[in-house]
Nanobody, 114 residues
Framework: QVQLVESGGGLVQPGGSLRLSCAGS????????MGWYRQAPGKQRELVAS???????TYVDSVKGRFTISRDSAKNTMYLQMNSVKPEDTAVYYC????????WGQGTQVTVSS
């Protein structure tokens, strides 16, 4: 069964950095396009960044130049490096396949506040 576990969230000051991790089993990140999603209170879940099996990355305009998506195929783990974070980045962050979807996990909470 496919299982995706997010970690690395927490409280961070505006302008600070965090690195989120997504550990996967039952689905190889090396051959599946993957994405980081986030959902803020009262808002719809949105795709923040994606990476294809070939390594092509995309980002939503609001995070371009600040966030970087990457993966470690040997560990079957995906990362989201978040730099220069802003209060509007506050949300629960989830990972999932871009095309091959599995059940949404618990996500990891990111709170940007002074």
């Amino acid at each position: 069964q496919v299982q995706l576990v997010e970690s690395g969230g927490g409280l961070v000051q505006p302008g600070g950095s965090l690195r989120l991790s997504c550990a996967g089993s039952g689905m190889l990140f090396s051959i599946n396009a993957m994405g980081w999603y986030r959902q803020a209170p009262g808002k719809q879940r949105e795709l923040v960044a994606s990476i294809t099996g070939g390594g092509i990355t995309t980002y939503v305009d609001s995070v371009k130049g600040r966030f970087t998506i990457s993966r470690d195929s040997a560990k079957n783990t995906m990362y989201l490096q978040m730099n220069s974070v802003k209060p509007e980045d506050t949300a629960v962050y989830y990972c999932n396949g871009l095309v091959r979807k599995t059940a949404w996990g618990q996500g990891t909470q990111v709170t940007v506040s002074s």
